[in-house]
Structures are given as C-alpha cells and as structure tokens.
C-alpha cells in the first residue's frame, strides 16, 4: 500500500489545518491508519490513530484538539488539527498497518508502511 499525506503549511497559533493521508491499495478498509510527527534530532512521536472499527486513540499532547476520520470510499484519512501551537511544528508522517488487530496503535514498529510526511509549521 503506498501512502501520501498532505496539507501541511505554515499558521499561526491557535488557528487550524487539516490533514490528509490518501492511500492505494485493496486493503484499506481493514487497516490501521496511524499519525505520527517527527521534529529534527527527536525521536518519531505518536499522534493519532484509527482502526478498521474506527477506534480511535491520541496522544496525551493532541487530546482535545485534534480529531482522526477515515472516508473508506476515498481510501483516506484524515486529521483535523484545532487549536494549533507553535510546539505542534513537524514533519508529520501518516502510516498503515495492514493488520486489523494492531496491538496499541501507538507504536510505530507496528506499521509496516509509511508515507512521505508533510509540514506542519506554527508561529507564535
């Protein structure tokens, strides 16, 4: 399954975007859709997350802000970002795990397919 996140841009604080991650592939319906974001020299972070059921789970830091969708008949996910501040600016990356019982959903050894990430920049 190949992935492609887009929307990123450059906001100011507290204002919003919103995020998509289109994919191909016959077996998105069943997959698990997973945001993370990286910031130069740390460590890949867990944003979002959304399974087959659409359960869905968020990082403590985004919790109340920013809210995971999927349109199964546009093979997409998406998410929405409210509130934005300026220790929200990444790369942020969209990932599939074609596995319909991902374990947490949090890690990212847990997916095995990952897209091109898109920045996300906030000025204070």
């Known amino acids: 399954v190949q992935l492609q996140a887009s929307g990123g841009g450059l906001v100011q604080a507290g204002e919003a975007l919103r995020l998509s991650c289109a994919t191909s592939?016959?077996?998105?319906?069943?997959?698990?859709i997973g945001w993370f974001r990286q910031v130069p020299g740390e460590e890949r972070e867990f944003v979002a997350g959304?399974?087959?059921?659409?359960?869905?789970v968020y990082a403590d830091s985004v919790k109340d802000r920013f809210t995971i969708s999927r349109d199964n008949a546009k093979n997409t996910v998406f998410l929405q970002m409210n509130s934005l501040k300026p220790e929200d600016t990444a790369v942020y990356y969209c990932?599939?795990?074609?596995?319909?019982?991902?374990?947490?959903?949090?890690?990212?050894?847990?997916?095995?397919?990952w897209g091109r990430g898109t920045l996300v920049t906030v000025s204070s």
């Open positions: 990932a599939a795990d074609l596995n319909p019982n991902t374990p947490t959903m949090r890690d990212p050894s847990e997916y095995d397919n």
């Open positions: 959304i399974n087959w059921r659409r359960s869905v």
């Open positions: 592939g016959r077996r998105f319906t069943q997959s698990t």
